[in-house]
């Protein structure tokens, strides 16, 4: 098995990673003496916060998932105005900043939320308290309803159409087409939208800690941070941090076999749908269903955008610590974007080569190699790495090091996702070219790669940026008044209640993140209908 | 031309901006928790005093909690960049103590006036308090008398209490209860629990729910209702006088092993018990000062508890994890 040279950076880099991966666990294990492990599996609160960890992520699943399924085919087959910007707003939930949606939930559903304003007017008070299981479950939805809808959008658009014309030949009925037609195709996407799903609700951090409400509502994840920052037990932490990856890992190797590669992109193409007998009924369900989504996922981001620009907009941009944390947090962001595309591009290097020669094993196993981060909770390895690197706790620059690399490890399955297609057709269309031109490293990047990959490259970043800026998990033990970042101090504002102070951050964060990410996806999506 | 208006902004956000400076000052570390530092706290004040006499740069990193700034010092272990960690309480000095990364710090102790005499060689305590339930008198007619009372009372009252494993209140109160109930305190957390809003992550969140009218009582000092007085001129905060006594607080400071600049550490201890720094705890920290340093007039109409309560801090380093533990299945089942 001969390697090519251009193979080998990605080899050493994936190595790095594993060992990285592996050293944080390790050093954590090994920082005190006795470990029992049969302790973690008898003791009752960790079998309580096991079975609450499935449960929570199992409900947070089936409501996103069998919402998802009217909601995507009334989007389907309805054109109405604002439908391409709807779905480009669902797209965005993926990198919306987790506080800032809390934020935005609370100021709706909250005890002292819209809501709760509104049945005072009524004499009524709100039949519900959002904090606990309730809350965790409508962030949950609230994240990957659309997420879900979107994935089943693009499945039931990739029908032919001649098979649309057909079910009208038949005379099909909706129920009828959807029964036959509609439906493989949503469930060909089911299993590994679902699994997917169930994997981000399981490990679920930030939600859970700023809406769980206590010792109740807690999930491994988050007892994973609490052993670590509250109780120093870094043991009980890896080992807990262990028994969740291994769980997670069962599940990503079953979503990975049975995955079909697509890019995460925000960008819609429009099928023109025969609709030819519809009925009223049929038209006031998809009106209810789309009308349902909407109310369910604009205001809450509406109140974002409303509740940010209050009288303390001049007071927390006039705050020192403000511009600390934002200072922050856009090295971090730039610095973890860059890193995690550098990581993805040389990874995908290697991992093209494979696929070219038709080894596919070898490829998806480098490439599993450096998703695994997905099931390793941020906090243990930023944990680990710091005991490894403690010697260096002079340099004051080391958390912040820290954080960049675990935000790049954390970022960097998106980028890879966004950048494998494209690389591997440039591979199959350029490679011959090359070699017989001779044109190859710099040359090569610069000519061949840069050019046909300048939309990816930019996505890529864009994803990882927002992704970066938004991440409360690996900065959650180094943080302080000091070293802080966009959301942790957001989190420190919701927590003492400045509730004003908090909507002007959760703006900014909301308009760095999503903001950057739908900007880059509008000016190449542009780009791109002029090239075609 | 655009890449290089790009470039300019993004080296500006790394460059830090550097000040005017005649030669550096030998600076002195202290890990303490956020209340401490924050503006209406007592350390800014404090930082001003001792820079005057030290000729000095006395550096606050501040961190959440005083169960924090321990976590930190274990976490950084000997690489600390703490001179002094200030902010752990009389609960957690024994599990501190067995860290080994603390040092002796030689002192006269004969002027400190603490419940019992302190004769600790590590730590030197600062201020002191007792924990009590604050409530609003004008809305809650009837409080109760004992903590008993308050557990076990057929009523719809509603409390916010801390989280024991992260704030030292939330800690009092676990070792309150086990002072008070001993080995049934399971049964007394779960009644507890039913009149329980919230367990919050840190005083300041329960303190901001419970004055927005989230709750009728919440788990404070009985020095709190002095800041209500003091600063705000209000009299309806009061603290619920409990008779099976009160559990007590001490807060403390030590020098780290570590530290090169151990001759700095210890004037830093020396002057926390002079008149300067004692005279800030009263209306900065809103605790009782630990020497004789005279009080604010107003703290004549606190309640003051009939009897301290206290464990051993030998005993909570053995036992705090299965406590911990009991209250949180009591919680869960």
């Known amino acids: ?17 594993s060992f990285f991966v592996a050293g944080a666990l390790i050093a ?22 096991t079975t609450f960890s499935f449960y929570q992520a199992f409900l947070s699943t089936l409501l996103s998932v069998v919402l998802a399924i009217p909601i995507s085919h009334a989007l389907y087959r309805r054109e109405f105005w604002g439908k391409a910007l709807l779905l480009k707003l669902f797209a965005s939930t993926l990198v919306l900043p987790v506080l800032v949606a809390i934020f935005g939930l609370l100021s709706i559903y909250g005890n002292s939320g819209l809501l709760a ?37 693009q499945a039931l658009q990739s029908i032919p159409e001649p098979q649309h014309k057909l079910a009208a030949h038949l005379g099909m009925t909706h129920w009828l087409k959807f029964k036959y037609l509609e439906w493989p195709h949503i469930r060909g996407q089911l299993t590994h939208v679902a699994g997917l799903i169930f994997m981000l609700c399981f490990t679920s951090f930030a939600t859970v800690m700023a809406i769980g409400g206590g010792p109740k509502a807690t999930t491994i994840e988050l007892a994973i941070y609490q052993a670590i920052k509250f109780d120093f037990d870094l043991q009980s932490g890896a080992l807990l941090a262990l028994w969740q990856m291994s769980l997670c890992a069962l599940l990503a190797f079953f979503i990975q076999k049975t995955m079909r590669s697509s890019r995460l992109s925000a960008s819609y193409t429009s099928v023109k749908v025969y609709l030819f007998s519809d009925r009223k009924r049929d038209k006031c369900w998809d009106f209810f269903c789309i009308t349902l989504v909407i109310a369910f996922v604009i205001p809450p981001l509406l109140m974002v955008l409303v509740a940010g620009l209050n009288e303390k907009l001049l007071i927390v941009l006039s705050d020192f610590y403000f511009w600390m944390a934002f200072k922050n947090s856009m090295i971090i962001a730039i610095s973890a ?18 696929r070219m020669r038709g080894l596919h094993s070898y490829a998806d196993n480098i490439e599993i190699l450096a998703t695994i981060i997905l099931v390793t909770p941020g906090l243990v390895i930023s944990t680990g790495l710091f005991l490894l690197l403690r010697e260096f706790n002079h340099y004051a620059m080391l958390p912040l090091f820290i954080v960049i690399v675990v935000n790049a490890l954390m970022a960097l399955p998106f980028a890879l996702k966004n950048l494998a297609e494209p690389m591997l057709h440039n591979a199959q269309k350029y490679d011959k070219l090359c070699a017989s031109l001779g044109i190859f490293s710099g040359y090569r990047f610069y000519l061949i790669e840069w050019k046909a990959l300048k939309i990816p490259i930019v996505q890529a970043f864009s994803l990882s940026f927002a992704l970066s800026i938004g991440d409360l998990s690996a900065i959650a033990l180094f943080g302080n008044r ?9 989190f420190q504002l919701m927590g003492s209640y400045q509730m004003q102070s908090a909507a002007v951050v ?20 542009l780009k791109r209908v002029q090239n075609d | 031309m655009q890449k290089n208006i790009i470039l300019l902004a993004l080296s500006a956000l790394f460059i830090q901006p550097t000040w005017a400076e005649n030669a550096p000052l030998e600076k002195l570390t202290v890990y303490t928790y956020n209340s401490f530092t924050s503006d209406w706290g007592p350390g800014p004040k404090i930082e001003k005093a001792f820079e005057e006499s030290c000729n000095c740069d006395l550096d606050f990193v501040s961190l959440d909690d005083g169960i924090s700034v321990l976590n930190r010092l274990r976490l950084e272990g000997n690489n600390s960049r703490a001179d002094i960690i200030l902010g752990l309480d009389d609960s957690l000095m024994a599990d501190a103590e067995k860290t080994g990364l603390l040092a002796k710090h030689n002192m006269d102790l004969t002027n400190i006036k603490t419940a019992n005499k302190w004769t600790d060689l590590t730590f030197v305590p600062y201020d002191q308090g007792y924990f009590a339930f604050v409530y609003n008198k004008d809305k809650l007619k009837n409080p109760p008398k004992s903590l008993k009372e308050l557990v076990e009372r057929k009523d719809d009252l509603k409390i916010i209490y801390q ?34 809003v919230t367990v919050t992550k840190g005083w300041t969140e329960s303190y901001s729910m419970f004055l927005k009218g989230e709750a009728d009582m919440v788990l404070s000092y009985t020095t709190s209702p002095a800041y209500h007085i003091i600063v705000e001129g209000k009299n309806q905060y009061v603290a619920a006088d409990f008779s099976e006594g009160h559990y007590m607080q001490t807060e403390v400071a030590a020098i780290v092993k570590s530290s090169q600049h151990k001759k700095l550490a210890e004037k830093f201890m020396h002057f926390m018990l002079s008149d300067e720094f004692q005279g800030e705890i009263a209306t900065g920290n809103w605790m009782y000062p630990v020497t004789d340093v005279a009080l604010p007039e107003q703290f004549r109409q606190l309640t003051v508890p009939s009897k301290a309560l206290s464990i051993k801090s030998e005993d909570v380093s053995t036992h705090r994890r299965a406590w911990t533990r009991e209250w949180l299945n009591a919680l869960t089942d």
């Not at chain 1, 098995?1 to 990673?17: E, R, S, T």
């Open chain 1, 117 to 153: 304003q509104l049945l005072t007017k009524f004499q009524a008070s709100l039949p519900f308290s959002i904090y606990g299981l309730k809350g965790i479950l409508l962030a949950h939805v609230f994240f990957n309803l659309p997420f879900a809808t979107r994935l089943f959008l």
């Open chain 2, 163 to 196: 989280d024991p494993r992260t704030s030292t209140p939330g800690l009092g109160l676990l070792l309150w209860m086990k002072s008070v109930y001993g080995d049934s305190v399971s049964r007394a957390w779960k009644q507890l629990d039913k009149k329980t």
């Open chain 1, 28 to 49: 954590l294990l090994a920082h005190s003496t006795t470990l029992n492990v049969s302790a973690l599996w008898q003791d009752p609160y960790y079998r309580h916060i």
């Open chain 1, 337 to 354: 974007g860059f890193l995690a595309l550098t990581l993805a591009f040389f990874i995908l290097l290697c991992s093209r080569v494979w």
């Open chain 1, 482 to 490: 000091d070293f802080s970042t966009l959301p942790l101090y957001l």
């Open chain 1, 506 to 525: 959760a703006l900014i964060l909301l308009l760095l993140s999503v903001g950057i990410f739908i900007l880059t996806e509008r000016i190449f999506h």
């Open chain 1, 1 to 17: 098995m001969l390697l090519k040279k251009v193979q080998i950076p990605g080899l050493l880099l994936a190595g790095f990673i």
